[in-house]
């Protein structure tokens, strides 16, 4: 009993000496913010794509993308985007930007969420390990998931509203719990979808049996869930890729290595699944310490690490026939999405390492622990980067044959106008792709005279044969040259033509049948530029 009164006692000082921590966790989130502040962009699977969505605010999320309103992207983090955009004109500058917002307030509302629970260093260390999990790292500058990102922050701050909620501090509750979870289901439908019957759970677990108010939210939450499935319903149950394809490996959670690949089907997956190793260990070390006592903290520690077992699960492949089964497959692209979700117990686990042995409180040993959570997960801070400014729209967008929708774009061109000396006509396109292409295309490049006559022709794979369009990656930027030989005469009248007689014709092919890939808002599927 004494015991347990220290151990209390601790507790209640611990949460009361707060203060300070907001700050030191906003301060702490600065080395996972710091990549944004590199001159350029990361190139991430989406590409630019987000950067166009937030400069089209009343085309997103659908701009360049097939419209899955359960799926894909929700609305709400392109309009938190929008005025960053009005302040910077930029779509790139508004997501950095957003983005940091997204972090930030996903540390935050980690630390809020925890500290009742965890107290102030508990709750900093769960926020810090919240905010460098690997997944959380590569959603960002991986896969540049901007409305995951902004699902991430959300999460935490509907957890710590039903803490509230369950000791009766009903207007906080309100005030904070419903626009949060509003704004999540905002933000990616599907996956919200599949959280709230873990929050209607959360709710039941940390509250005493016989309140009604908990059983009217399971309620409530039950018709939300059971809305989106009916809403569900209008859109089509398959992705563009398999479901089942891409259940993980369990090695692929522990696994070291670190990549920007895409995920294809099977074990040799090119992105990282890994949990975390700060994590996992943290949340090891707390399960082996809580065992002896007996209070609150037992019951939301067995329910957490019930809560991440599950999930874990559920994204591997022996629990296919349950998604089958439920068809819950229609909420999610990937089963690995629900990694997202895994990020809650494994921040509030490995934050309870500290709460449970009060030897890793001091300082000197605490302070190692949150530096070994960052150090853990530096080297994942490290995207490739490109200074590669599009603007508010790429210079053209091709879709290719068979696709739903547009997945190749031209970000910049460069023309350089042949001379006597030189009668060579230099046209650099820079292209990226958003999706893994099947097929390889060819490229050809046509100089037209004035009467629409061919002047000279350049037909060829890309960098000469040397990057195929089927080996692109998404987000990749690929510069490739093209080199017209023009004739005397021909150097001549281009020198003296007005700007805009002489134009460039460039489009994609399929070599073996002769189709060509769709230019959107054109119907001859070629793309003009005039010639200098």
Known sequence: MLAKSKFRAHFDLNRHSTSWGWILVALLVVFAVAPLTYPGFFQAHSGFLPAFNVAHPSDAPNWGRVADPLRGDGKLPYLLAWPFWQLSGSGVVALKWAYALAFLLAALGTYGWTRRWLGAKGGVLAAVVYTYLPWHLSAVYVRGAYAEAWLWALLPITLWATDHLAQRQFLAAGAVGLPSLAAATWTQPGLVALYFPLLAAYSVAITHKGQK????????????????????????????????????????????????????????????????LAAVGLSMVALALFLPIQSELKRALLFWAGVLLVLVLLTLPPSAFLWRA????????????????????????????????????????????????????YAYLAPRFTQVDPGSEPVAMFQPVGADAPQIAILDYEIVSPSEITPTLTLTLTWQTVEPLADDYTIFVHLLAPDGSKVAQRDTRPCDGECLTNTWQPGEIIVDRYQLSLAPDAVADLLHAPSGRYRLAVGLYLLDSGERAAVVGRDDE????DAP
Request: negative net charge; contains cysteine; glycine residues 8%.
């Open 326 to 377: 439920t068809n819950l497959k229609i909420f999610l692209s990937y089963p690995w999405q629900l990694l997202t979700l895994a990020g809650l117990p494994l921040a509030f686990l490995a934050g309870s390492a500290v709460r449970l042995d009060e030897r890793l409180a001091e300082l000197p040993a605490w302070a190692g622990l949150l530096a070994l959570v960052i150090l853990s997960s």
């Open 213 to 276: 108010l908990i059983l009217w939210l399971v309620g409530t939450l039950a018709c939300l869930l059971l809305i989106l499935w009916l809403f569900a319903g209008q859109v089509p149950s398959e992705a563009s890729r398999p479901f089942a394809d891409h259940f993980l490996h369990p090695f692929q959670l522990f696994s070291a290595s670190w990549g920007f690949g895409t995920s294809v089907p099977g074990w040799d997956d090119g992105m990282s699944f890994q949990l975390g």
């Open 526 to 529: 070629v793309m003009f530029f």
